[in-house]
């Protein structure tokens, strides 16, 4: 089966209002919780085939530090450019593109498409994942084409907050 995760980039700075929203960096909290949700996931034995992320800064970094916990290669992350600015259905094409060679899957993004995707995926109750937020799910049919409405069941969701 297909194990899919969903993670929000963690915290950004806004200290820097003339900044363009793209470029917008990690601030402390979000420099300390990725790689403590990153270590919650290895300790899970979450090893990812593929890692896709945002292009944004915040959700580069995010996806740097996570997959460093995950002695996932940094240079094999994959910046999909569709995750910026995107909404739900776009979320899904990016998966459902996605070689069925692919066991595990982590997907970068941000809000609101990740939660609406979460909630749509396993019919979850979520009403917002936070910064640095975990969504883990697996595929009830073994192919990422099946991505869709109801296509997952729940496995967990994590916060950073959780772990304070």
Known sequence: MKTLILIRHAKSDWSNPFLHDFD??????GLKDAPVMGKILAD??????????????RAQTTAIEIARKLSFPED????????YESDIETVFEVIRSVSDTCKTLIVFGHNPELTECANALCGADIENIPTCGVVAMLLKED????????????????IPKQHR
Not at 24 to 29: K, P, V
Not at 46 to 56: F, G, K, N, V, Y
């Open 143 to 158: 192919s990422w084409k099946s991505v869709g409405y109801d296509s997952a069941e729940l496995l967990f969701f994590d």
């Open 76 to 83: 094999a992350i994959t910046y999909n450019p569709s995750l």
């Open 44 to 57: 899970k034995n979450i090893h990812p085939d593929l890692i896709l992320s945002s292009p944004a800064l």
């Open 24 to 29: 917008r960096e990690l601030n402390g909290r």
